[in-house]
């Protein structure tokens, strides 16, 4: 096997030799991914359900649809996104050219998490290669069948001068991680995410990290509740709750908390049936591990179970489950859920749920439910999140035009859309002179007067340009 310095070896070579520079080079390669996915959906879904037992529904919108839509909207904006940025001129600068270059920053590595095991790796990668990147990508390898997938289409598809996979789990990333990259793209836990921001300090790497959290759901009172508790479901069980922006916890007061509840079991009954364990529509926890993790907040947990509650470590599934009457201090508040289990806090007004979540990390998104616009504004303006979506969960991250990602512990940096290319792009300050306006120019050289020092501030100010 070729080891990882080799590996890098060839990368770097071919990056210094400019060729993933050219548009074309970038274009043709983003055909070939959009052909990966295209030409194996049936593998890769066959894979994500061995992983995850993924409903082909949800895969295909949120694996599939969701890289593919990034690639058209790179392909279409490409060209744009290359373009040099022209900037504002002074009247000593303004017959030069003055511009903004987007570079490629060299060789990147991306690391994906295991539960959108195809999107969380590729999303990002569609940034990379727009932005003119070798690239390194890291599989999890906790979703194995997707892993071995992966490995094996990557090097069909894309130049084996340019990109390479590298599989394996935290000891294989580490010994990776000592090899000098340009970027680094994590997406993961909050505790790893140290590990990597401490692997990129002795190269000075940047990186960026998309991490989880508890992303909090206020509901007001003003909100049918039918039609709110199936949205709620909806982004809460998707996946079985195995998503960084699934809504964590819900804030409420007890009256919408009682509406709520009676609407959710009619919902979940209208989604998966009387017996959501035979329903084909629900995925399963990751791994025995996790499913053992998410039992033991259950069992830990002082709320109480209204809804669900059912469990089979055999089939590591786990009912959507609902709990009332949970504290900030009880178990299922102290770390990210990330599975189906929905906890109801009581408060008693907006300014307490607002409270309640500013005294919280900064997540991942934030949602509120209410047909009152002057409350969804209230909370927009008085908290911070990496997203904030009304009357609904999850919907945000469809759309390329918004940066995806966190704030405070939720991580930082973004991708998705533009935000990716200029994830993965340096930013250079390019000034091209000419020998012209000399006058102007020689104002700055000594002998030093108080008149020229008069001139050369105002023909340093930007102001000085619009007035010739
Ligand atoms: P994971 O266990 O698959 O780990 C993620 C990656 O880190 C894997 O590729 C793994 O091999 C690697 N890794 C694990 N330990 C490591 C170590 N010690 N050193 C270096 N690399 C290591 O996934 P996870 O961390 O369980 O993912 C779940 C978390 O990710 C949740 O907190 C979730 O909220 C978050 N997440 C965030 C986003 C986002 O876009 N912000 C998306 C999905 C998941």
Redesign the pocket.
């Known amino acids: 096997m070729e080891s990882h310095s080799a590996m890098l070896q060839r990368l770097r070579t071919s990056f210094q030799s400019g060729v993933t520079v050219p548009e074309k080079f970038r274009r043709a390669q983003l055909n070939q991914l959009l052909s990966l996915l295209q030409e194996n959906e049936q593998r890769i879904l066959e894979a994500l359900h061995k992983d995850l037992a993924k409903p082909k529904f949800e895969a295909v919108l949120s694996e599939m649809d969701i890289v593919i839509n990034e690639v058209h909207f790179a392909l279409s904006n490409l060209r744009s996104w290359m373009q040099d940025e022209h900037v504002t001129k002074t009247l000593a600068t303004k017959v030069d050219e003055c511009y903004v270059r987007r570079e490629p920053l060299g060789v990147v590595l991306i690391?994906?998490?295991?539960?959108?095991p195809i999107h969380?790796l590729l999303l990002p990668l569609v940034g990379a290669i727009a932005a003119g990147n070798c690239v390194v990508i890291?599989?999890?390898?906790?979703?194995s069948a997707v892993e071995a997938v992966i490995a094996e289409l990557v090097p069909k598809y894309l130049s084996q001068d340019c990109f390479a996979v590298v599989c394996?789990?935290?000891e294989?990333?580490?010994a990776l991680?000592k090899n000098k990259f340009d970027h680094i793209l994590?997406?993961?836990?909050?505790?790893?995410a140290r590990?990597?921001l401490q692997?990129a300090a002795p190269h000075l790497t940047p990186v960026t990290l998309?991490?989880?959290?508890k992303c909090p759901c206020f509901i007001h009172h003003r909100v049918d509740p039918l039609a709110a508790a199936r949205r709620l479901a909806w982004a809460k069980y998707f996946n079985v709750g195995?998503?960084?922006?699934a809504p964590d916890y819900v804030l409420c007061t007890e009256e919408t908390r009682d509406a709520l509840v009676t609407a959710l079991k009619q919902v979940l009954f209208e989604f998966y049936g009387e017996e959501p364990q035979k329903c084909p529509d629900m995925a399963r926890i990751i791994s025995a591990k996790?499913w053992t993790r998410l039992m033991g907040l259950l069992g830990k947990s002082k709320g109480k179970v209204v809804l669900g509650g059912e469990s089979d470590e055999a089939d590591k599934y786990i009912a959507p489950t609902v709990l009332v009457d949970v504290s900030e201090d009880d178990a299922l508040m102290q770390e990210?859920i990330?599975g189906p289990l929905l906890p109801f806090i009581t408060v008693s007004s907006v300014d307490e749920a607002i409270a309640f979540m500013n005294r919280q990390e900064k997540p991942?998104a934030l949602y509120v439910f209410s047909d009152d616009s002057s409350i969804v504004n209230t909370v927009l303006e008085k908290t911070s999140s990496?997203a904030f979506c009304s009357n609904d969960g999850i919907i945000h991250m469809t759309l390329p035009g918004l940066p995806?990602?966190?704030v405070g512990a939720?991580?930082f940096g973004s991708y998705h859309g533009r935000w990716g290319f200029e994830t993965f792009s340096h930013k250079r300050a390019v000034v091209l002179r000419g020998w012209a306006l000399e006058r102007i120019n020689g104002l700055r050289y000594p002998p030093f007067t108080d008149n020229k020092l008069s001139w050369l501030r105002w023909t340093a100010s930007p102001k000085s340009c619009s007035i010739m």
């Open positions: 690391i994906g998490p295991w539960n959108y969380l890291k599989p999890s390898e906790v979703s394996g789990g935290a294989d990333t580490q991680l994590y997406t993961g836990s909050q505790s790893v590990c990597i692997a998309e991490l989880g959290g195995q998503s960084c922006v996790h990210e990330f991942l990496g995806f990602g966190g939720s991580g």
